[in-house]
């Protein structure tokens, strides 16, 4: 079950940015919103019959403007029933933080699968002209470097955006966000589909409903995650796991498809508060 974590922190990593303001093709929609989330998860289909059931909860906090950087709060709980008693519970924490010019990058990790130890991530990730150097604290004190085209997570959604307004339907992109060990990076290629305009009949859930985004265009979005790693290897490669959602131009993802190759498990949205937002001085 450790790639449920992967994913998990795929959800994290795209939450803690759909809220990110940022520069370029962002700045000129004005500021985006501080809010908590909490989705709800359910499984969708067993393709293996390796899970009889899935279910569990995120619960996602924002906060922050494009002076001071933006702060997520991530906690992901999950039990998933593979049958003949055996049952998973895995708890996924997550705290980061993100410079708005996507040059620095900080995160705290904790995973705990059931009654065992809780593993540890700790670093920190700043960009320096064409490369980035990575030093963690945990699970061991260990620093290294990695190519400058990587990107953080805030600005991930910040070029999907700029592409889905530009009309492109695909952008690969290389990815870094402190999962696994903290020395992990994702090759990703996120598929965008046509605009879903403003007005168009959906099911509801309480994003739809709020005044903030009754107005707002969104865009169908696939990301596909790959390992880096294996992309040596011969023959088309399976991604890792591949997330679903609704993007809105604001930043707002709805409607969350987690495809785990083995399994699918939806995550709605039962609960959506806007929060006080202090402005950039």
Sequence with gaps: ???????????????????????????????????????????????????NSARGRILYNFTGNACEGYTSEFRQVSELDSGEGKVTLSDLRSNSWEDAAGKSY?????????????????????????????????????????????????????RIIAAAKEGKSLLELSVYDGSDDGQKVYNTLTVIGQPIPADRATSSDPSTSDEHMKS???????VSYFDRDAQQKEGEQTPVYAMSFELY??????????DYNDFVISGSMGKFDVKDSKPCN
């Design 1 to 51: 079950m450790v790639h449920l974590f992967r994913t998990s922190l795929g959800v994290m990593a795209l939450a803690a940015a759909v809220f990110g303001p940022g520069g370029g093709a962002l700045a000129a929609n004005g500021p985006f919103l501080a809010h908590q989330a909490l989705y709800d998860l359910n499984l969708v289909k067993s393709r293996s019959n390796s899970v």
């Design 106 to 158: 900080r995160f705290k990790i904790e995973t705990r699968m059931n009654e065992a130890d809780a593993g540890r991530v700790d670093g920190s990730a700043e960009r320096d002209g064409d490369h980035i150097n990575v030093k963690l604290k945990l699970p061991a004190p260990k620093s290294f470097t990695l190519d400058g085209k990587i990107v953080f997570p805030t600005e991930q959604i910040q």
């Design 216 to 222: 707002m265009k969104r865009w169908p979005v696939t």
């Design 249 to 258: 131009e604001n930043g707002v993802s709805r409607q969350l498809v987690l």
